[in-house]
């Protein structure tokens, strides 16, 4: 796997609310994409962020990437209910194969 | 634009069937990946094509699954025969394929398959 820890989690917090989660992967990788997915839909690119870059900030969302220990993170300040989501990182260690996803996060924000 | 569509939507199978879900890509998109998902997994590439051409069939699926890009705009994944475990959600993706690190993927909302 290329994923170096079972990254599958759960997070309940209020809106309002700041949410960190995290990654890590096992090879190299220039890019490291985080997506969400909410409830019967398929997962949307939120940010990409690429392996010279060790921050990507887009609206509320801010990503990291720390390639010395390859491990990255995304998070999300003053959480809404509307981010309710599984939140996957992938990455594309092995393009030839597409991207390859993290377990994921699921976060659920209560009003 | 319209995005990645599947059908059907939701496909109930018994043991043994089979049955072929349906991929349209974002038009204009050069790669099309399908994936399988689980609670315990994740999400698992079972197929992946650039340009119509077969890169990647999912090595431990292949026996039973198989995937075809019969045009540009059209690719269909059959399981034949169904097992109860291939009870999951099926996702297509899509994306430009122009070569590069950190080509977007675009994903439809997914066939969930139950198998009896």
Known sequence: SQWGEENLQALSIQEGEDVTMNCSYKTYTTVVQWYRQKSGKGPAQLILIRSNEREKRSGRLRATLDTSSQSSSLSITGTLATDTAVYFCATDDNYAQGLTFGLGTRVSVFP | ?116
């Open chain 2, 1 to 116: 634009d319209a995005g990645v569509t599947q059908t059907p939507r939701h496909e109930v199978a018994e043991k043994g069937q089979t049955i072929i879900l349906k991929c349209e890509p974002v038009s204009g998109h050069n790669d099309l990946f399908w994936y399988r998902q689980t609670k315990i997994q994740g999400l698992e590439l079972l197929s992946y094509f650039r340009s119509k051409s077969l890169m990647e069939d999912g090595g431990a699926f292949k026996d039973r699954f198989k995937a075809e890009m019969l045009n540009s705009s059209f690719s269909t994944l059959k399981i034949q025969p169904t097992e109860p475990k291939d009870s999951a959600v099926y996702l297509c993706a899509s994306s430009l394929g122009w070569g590069g690190a950190g080509d977007t993927q675009y994903f439809g909302p997914g066939t969930r398959l139950l198998v009896l």
